[in-house]
């Protein structure tokens, strides 16, 4: 284990239902992540929390909505998604969240094994 | 915003051969510059980074090399194993065109070393 764990690991959900994505990660980080990982594209950011505040959200439908309750927790709530939402799931964390332009050791991402999804 | 093209999507090479993954980049203010290496029913992990003040940097049986000018940036992997297998993935920060605190990912490469 890399030190982020993410629960499921697999998922198959109807567009209707209501599901979530859990992630952890005990290494004592401020900032996590979730990136969508579909075949043969980029990493694709959704979501940045820093001490638990959303800092970044990269133009992502509603139906998908983040928590972090607290800096080792972060979840990824999902509501009537399509077909195209189908993807890896990929949550990370680093030590800190990158600021003033330069990234440091203490930026380094670490990603959990990721929550693979099928929408049907 | 910063794009970051990735070539080529497949690479697969006899064990004991090298291996050249060519990654290029759109902004000019980018600066940092990491690898990822995917291994299957894994999440991404760091293997080697770069800061534009360098020109390349090696750490064992990996090295990666920076040209600015060009807007290009390789890795490469000596006597390539088995272990070695995985999807390569290169990253730069976005620059002043796409923040310079967010990574964009290339496609990835898959790399198969056959023995």
């Known amino acids: 284990e890399t030190g982020v764990t993410q629960t499921p690991r697999h998922l198959v959900m109807g567009m209707t239902n209501k599901k979530s994505l859990k992630c952890e990660q005990h290494?004592?980080?401020?900032?996590m992540y979730w990136y969508k990982q579909s075949a043969k594209k980029p990493l694709e950011l959704m979501f940045v929390?820093?001490?638990?505040?959303?800092?970044e959200n990269n133009s992502v439908p509603s139906r998908f909505s983040p928590e972090c309750p607290n800096s080792s927790h972060l979840f990824l709530h999902l509501h009537t998604l399509q077909p195209e939402d189908s993807a890896l799931y990929l949550c990370?964390?680093?030590?800190?969240?990158?600021?003033?332009?330069?990234?440091?050791?203490?930026?380094?991402?670490?990603f959990g094994a990721g929550s693979r999804l099928t929408v049907l | 915003g910063e794009n970051v093209e990735q070539h080529p999507s497949t690479l697969s090479v006899q064990e004991g051969d090298s291996a050249v993954i060519k990654c290029t980049y759109s902004?000019?203010?980018?600066?940092?510059f990491p690898w990822y290496k995917q291994e299957l029913g894994k999440g991404p992990q760091l293997i080697i980074d770069?800061?534009?003040?360098?020109g390349e940097k090696k750490d064992q049986r990996i090295a990666v090399t920076l040209n600015k000018t060009a807007k290009h940036f390789s890795l490469h992997i000596t006597e390539t194993q088995p272990e070695d297998s995985a999807v390569y993935f290169c990253a730069a920060d976005g620059g002043e065109s796409g923040g310079y605190n967010k990574l964009i990912f290339g496609a990835g490469t898959r790399l198969a070393v056959h023995p």
């Open positions: 770069i800061r534009s003040n360098v």
């Open positions: 902004d000019s203010a980018s600066n940092y």
């Open positions: 929390y820093s001490l638990e505040e959303r800092v």
């Open positions: 290494l004592g980080h401020n900032a």
């Open positions: 990370a964390s680093s030590q800190d969240f990158p600021r003033g332009g330069f990234f440091s050791g203490a930026n380094v991402l670490t």
